[in-house]
């Protein structure tokens, strides 16, 4: 079992910055390959961002690429999201996940683990 906690969600103004994080326990955080996910009011999940297990590989969706910044402690068993230039449409709960492997956990073809989620709203 891997528990996944996220925080620092909040609300920010339209062009400001936040940073998620998302602590780990459980089993060996370097195993997995994370992602973050996030679902809007009404909408479906979608994936954000996913990082490889040493950090050497990234992948973002088009909505956030050069806005967002993945990145993972494995000494820490933290992930992290670092957002910038925040837009109304990214107001979301954010999810962390976690699966060995990368390419189907950006895909959500199948997450091992899920996070409870943590909010972010974006003032226009």
């Known amino acids: 079992q891997v528990q996944l906690v996220e925080s620092g969600g909040g609300l920010v103004q339209a062009g400001g910055s936040l940073r998620l994080s998302c602590a780990a326990s459980g089993r060996t955080f370097s195993n997995y390959a994370m992602g973050w996910f996030r679902q809007a009011p009404g909408k479906e999940r979608e994936f954000v961002a996913g990082?490889?297990?040493?950090?050497?590989?990234?992948y973002y969706a088009d909505s956030v690429k050069g806005r967002f910044t993945i990145s993972r402690d494995n000494a820490k068993n933290t992930l992290y999201l670092q957002m910038n230039s925040l837009k109304p449409e990214d107001t979301a709960v954010y999810y962390c996940?976690?699966?060995?492997?990368?390419?189907?956990?950006?895909?959500?073809?199948?997450?091992?683990?899920w996070g409870k989620g943590t909010l972010v709203t974006v003032s226009a």
């Open positions: 990082i490889g297990w040493i950090g050497s590989i990234t």
């Open positions: 996940a976690a699966d060995p492997a990368l390419i189907t956990l950006a895909r959500m073809l199948k997450v091992d683990y």
